[in-house]
């Protein structure tokens, strides 16, 4: 199956107008929020801290604990915790991050907010602007078998191939906003829940990669809007944020519930690409002679009938746009 690429731009969707800074993407307020939540996660037996008796008034680990376990003093600590992490060193931040046993998402986004509130440039780099170079498009286009689609950190699908176009196609309506963004689709369009069958989980994932978004981007004003958008008119995405939870997206299994072809479930490989900072190529595959690799023929059996210009056209209607 030859095909061609659809690409968008990183730009905020026509009509969309841009929204004030929110304080759930402030960095002081994401510092607390974000400390707090993990420490309530460990139990001091956990921690390998002895359990006294007597009521606890705070679920897990207490700020003097956390304190203790990182070698660091108590008001130094809740200092850390209120949110004044720019003087904090790389040795105190790991500290506190083996401390609170935090993960390889979990510890990079410490890091990071520790960056925002110091200023310090973030940790991969100038993001790329103006268009996808040729050689990225013919790459997405010989992944012929498999759906295969380009992102930014916002979830903004910037280009697709004619495989991926069809399994996302109710993302692609007629009336879409450029650039399509799956976040926006799966809390704000009615046929979010039914596209992604495993909703909880697809929820968690959506919000966390968000949420790891902010934290490398905090002046991102597109991304401020978005997230105000999403908290101001969705409750789950507004509960699910509030979590602060994060989370990195490299490889996995994804269900969806295509309109034309039924459920079909996916590995996915998602692969950021060094010379487009903040971009990353997530493909789908499955294994040959299963149910879903059926189901994945029958996509590309439609997505062909369905196409409206002969297979190799270029369909990019202004290659100058920028993301």
Request: proline share 6%; aromatic share 6%.
């Given at each position: 199956?030859?095909?061609?690429t659809?690409?968008?731009?990183?730009?905020?969707?026509?009509?969309?107008?841009?929204?004030p800074?929110?304080?759930s993407v402030?960095?002081?307020?994401?510092?607390r929020?974000?400390?707090?939540?993990?420490?309530?996660?460990?139990t001091?037996?956990?921690?390998?801290?002895?359990?006294?008796g007597?009521n606890?008034?705070?679920?897990?680990?207490?700020?003097?604990?956390?304190?203790?376990?990182?070698?660091?003093?108590?008001?130094?600590?809740?200092?850390?915790?209120?949110?004044?992490?720019?003087?904090?060193?790389?040795?105190?931040?790991?500290?506190?991050?083996?401390?609170?046993?935090?993960?390889?998402?979990?510890?990079a986004?410490?890091?990071?907010?520790a960056?925002?509130?110091?200023?310090?440039?973030?940790?991969?780099?100038?993001?790329?602007?103006?268009?996808?170079?040729?050689?990225?498009?013919?790459?997405?286009?010989?992944m012929?078998?498999?759906?295969?689609?380009?992102?930014?950190?916002?979830?903004?699908?910037?280009a697709v191939?004619d495989?991926?176009?069809?399994?996302?196609?109710?993302?692609?309506?007629?009336?879409?906003?450029?650039?399509?963004?799956?976040?926006?689709?799966?809390?704000?369009?009615?046929?979010?829940?039914?596209?992604?069958?495993?909703?909880?989980?697809?929820?968690?994932?959506?919000?966390?990669?968000?949420r790891?978004?902010?934290?490398?981007?905090?002046?991102?004003?597109?991304?401020t809007?978005?997230?105000?958008?999403?908290?101001?008119?969705s409750?789950?995405?507004?509960?699910?944020?509030?979590?602060?939870?994060?989370?990195?997206?490299?490889?996995?299994?994804?269900?969806?519930?295509?309109?034309?072809?039924?459920?079909?479930?996916?590995?996915?490989?998602?692969?950021?690409?060094?010379?487009?900072?903040?971009?990353t190529?997530?493909?789908?595959?499955?294994?040959?002679?299963?149910?879903?690799?059926?189901?994945?023929?029958?996509?590309?059996?439609?997505?062909?009938?369905?196409?409206?210009?002969?297979?190799?056209?270029?369909?990019?209607?202004?290659?100058?746009?920028?993301?």
């Amino acid at each position: 199956m030859t095909g061609s690429t659809v690409t968008g731009t990183d730009r905020a969707p026509h009509g969309c107008t841009a929204r004030p800074s929110l304080e759930s993407v402030s960095t002081e307020s994401d510092i607390r929020a974000f400390l707090a939540s993990r420490r309530a996660k460990i139990t001091p037996q956990q921690a390998g801290l002895p359990a006294y008796g007597g009521n606890r008034r705070v679920p897990g680990l207490r700020r003097e604990e956390v304190a203790l376990l990182a070698g660091v003093s108590i008001d130094y600590y809740v200092r850390l915790e209120r949110g004044h992490l720019a003087g904090a060193s790389e040795e105190v931040l790991d500290s506190v991050a083996n401390a609170l046993r935090l993960d390889e998402a979990e510890r990079a986004h410490l890091h990071d907010l520790a960056r925002a509130a110091a200023k310090r440039p973030v940790r991969r780099g100038r993001r790329a602007r103006g268009p996808l170079p040729d050689s990225v498009l013919r790459v997405l286009n010989s992944m012929a078998d498999s759906p295969a689609f380009i992102r930014n950190g916002r979830l903004d699908i910037l280009a697709v191939n004619d495989l991926g176009r069809a399994l996302y196609s109710p993302l692609f309506a007629h009336d879409a906003a450029e650039p399509v963004n799956i976040a926006r689709f799966q809390f704000l369009d009615a046929r979010g829940r039914a596209f992604f069958p495993d909703w909880e989980e697809s929820v968690n994932t959506t919000v966390a990669l968000l949420r790891t978004e902010a934290g490398r981007a905090p002046h991102d004003s597109e991304l401020t809007g978005l997230v105000g958008e999403l908290v101001t008119r969705s409750e789950e995405f507004r509960s699910a944020w509030a979590k602060h939870n994060v989370r990195l997206h490299h490889t996995g299994r994804k269900s969806f519930g295509h309109p034309s072809v039924g459920l079909i479930t996916l590995d996915f490989d998602a692969m950021e690409l060094p010379a487009q900072p903040g971009l990353t190529l997530t493909a789908y595959s499955c294994a040959p002679g299963t149910p879903d690799h059926d189901a994945l023929r029958l996509l590309a059996t439609w997505a062909a009938s369905e196409k409206p210009h002969p297979s190799g056209t270029d369909v990019n209607e202004d290659r100058s746009r920028q993301r």
